[in-house]
Structures are given as C-alpha cells and as structure tokens.
C-alpha cells in the first residue's frame, strides 16, 4: 500500500514538472516566456571620476550577467527589445578607509553609484527605478593606479550583481 502511494506521488510530480507549469533554470533565473531581448544602452558617466573607462566596464559586467547568464539575447534597440536596463554613473568617490598610527592613509575605499530603471517595454511602469551602489578597496602604498582601478571593477561587479538579482528576481 505505501508503494502504490509513492508511486502515485511520483507520478504526479512528473506529470506537474512536465506540464509546463514549472520553470526552472539553473542559473536562478525563470525568465518570463514572453521575454527573449534586453536592451542595455550605454550608462553614462555623469561622475566627475578619474577612469576613464566606467561605462564601458559597467556595460560589460552588465552584459556578462545577462546574456551569459540567462537566455535572453541583446537588442539592439528598445523598439526590438522585450526589457530594458538603463542608467548613468552617478557619483564617484575615492575616500581614506583605513589610516596608520602615524596618520596616514593605508587603504582607500571607491564608491561608485549608479541610478538605473529596468522595464518590459509592453508596460507603461517601469518594473523599478532605483539608485545602486558599491565598493571595493585598496592599498595605497601599492601601486596605486592600479589599485584604484581593480577596486572600481569590484564596485562596479557588485553593482551589476545587485541590478541583475533585482531585474531576475520578479522572474
């Protein structure tokens, strides 16, 4: 008698999993099956930072995350898209984080925001518009430049990685 409950169990999860009325994805995404596209357009630099490059590493790590990470494909324009991600860099800093005993800095932090809304492109609201921030630090008595450098790219990682969790999780 357990068997046949056991049984009858299994095959009713088989047939739920089969039906369709289940998605899973093993990168922890369920993308809607309407949604195939996203467009991400250039984040401009509105911060008064001393690298060069941040959109174009923001863009980057954007683009890793979506289209590496789920199905969707890029657009190459809103009006082909099915979601949209946009924004600018907002404000950067690059403060003292820790000093020494003879009042010195020896690590420095970079703060970098972001101010993004993503949207579907066939709702009037967009799904959210929010500010994003992260850091990363440094040692300055390192090489500097690049230090600076490699802790805006752990700033600008953990943005991307907060901006794709919020976009996928509605998912």
């Known amino acids: 008698m357990a068997c ?10 088989v047939t739920f999993f089969l039906s369709g ?7 922890g995404t369920s993308i809607p099956d309407d949604v195939n596209s996203i467009y991400i357009p250039f984040f401009a630099n509105q911060s008064s930072s001393g690298i060069g490059n941040l959109s174009d590493r923001l863009n980057q790590a954007l683009l890793d995350r979506f289209i590496n990470q789920t199905r969707l494909q890029l ?12 924004g600018s860099i907002v404000r950067y800093t690059n403060k003292p984080f820790s000093i020494t005993g003879e009042q010195q800095t020896s690590q420095n932090e970079v703060t ?6 993503f949207q579907y492109t066939n709702k009037e ?3 959210w518009s929010k500010s994003f921030s ?6 300055t008595n390192e090489n500097p430049i690049e230090g ?4 805006a790219d752990e700033a600008l990682s953990r943005i991307a ?10 998912w």
């Open 148 to 151: 600076e450098e490699n802790a």
């Open 134 to 139: 992260g850091s990363g630090t440094f040692d």
């Open 4 to 13: 046949n409950k056991k049984s009858l169990l299994f095959l009713l999860l």
């Open 21 to 27: 009325c289940f998605r899973y994805s093993f990168t």
């Open 125 to 127: 609201q967009a799904e």
């Open 75 to 86: 657009a190459n324009s809103r009006a082909q898209a099915d979601a949209v991600l946009e």
């Open 112 to 117: 970098i925001n972001v101010r993004a809304t």
């Open 161 to 170: 990685n907060n901006m794709f969790n919020d976009a996928v999780s509605g």
